[in-house]
């Protein structure tokens, strides 16, 4: 927004400046780059947040299970896991979910999540491999 209104400022001295048959010109020029401006700035603020959760993922089919999940709820972008740390990164728009629900949601795979504990409805349900005292595959 300061980078704004020092556009403007500079645009309102080339308008003062210019009495000439060109400043209709100019004046169009500079509305036209303050639209642009207001555009990216309201692009810029819609931005998204970079959630990293800690799981018990142990398996591939654990990654999908739980990059597939989180694909499919509200307001993720994108959700990837690495195996050899455990940790999922979620991109999201946090207008439409929070990292509270985004834990929840691994939680209700079958895995812990950071300090929320996996469901243990769901974890009963996942394969014994998949089970985080499952030895290494
Ligand atoms: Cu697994």
Redesign the pocket.
Known sequence: MELIMKFLRLCALAVKKNTDFRSHYVKMVAAAAFLGMITISGFSQKKYDTLTVKTS???????E?IEGGLAYEKGVKSATLDLETKVAEVIYNPAKTSPEKLRTVISNLGYDADSVPANQTAYAR??A??KKD?PKH
């Open positions: 993922a142990v398996c591939d089919m654990c990654q299970r996942l394969p491999c998949c499952a």
